[in-house]
């Protein structure tokens, strides 16, 4: 079992920053990789960014690109999620989740963080 708990999350003005965590715990070696996931009312849930583990290799939807910023701590186990320029239609529940293989089918999820960017 793989635990994921997120924070981080909150209300913020247009062009503002935030910084999301995503603390892994249990059978952290499992886990190949962690990604970020948002579902806006309404609207399917969609991919945001990425990183392996091992390699630090890192991917980003087109949409938060330039602006969002995934880094881990390998030490705390844990996986951030810098915001920055954030737009409001960023606004969302953001997820984080763990894939066991480069498959990338994630089978653990954390219980997600409400953003909110105000206009």
């Known amino acids: 079992q793989v635990q994921l708990v997120e924070s981080g999350g909150g209300l913020v003005q247009a062009g503002g920053s935030l910084r999301l965590s995503c603390a892994v715990s249990?059978?952290?070696?499992?886990?190949?990789?962690v990604g970020w996931f948002r579902q806006a009312p309404g609207k399917e849930r969609e991919f945001v960014s990425r990183?392996?583990?091992?390699?630090?290799?890192?991917y980003y939807s087109d949409s938060v690109k330039g602006r969002f910023t995934i880094s881990k701590d390998n030490a705390k186990t844990t996986v951030y999620l810098q915001m920055n320029s954030l737009k409001p239609e960023d606004t969302a529940v953001y997820s984080c989740?763990?894939?066991?293989?480069?498959?990338?089918?994630?089978?653990?999820w954390g219980q997600g963080t409400q953003v909110t960017v105000s206009s």
């Open positions: 990183i392996n583990w091992s390699s630090g290799n890192t």
């Open positions: 249990g059978r952290t070696f499992s886990s190949y990789a």
């Open positions: 989740a763990s894939s066991p293989s480069v498959t990338m089918l994630y089978n653990y």
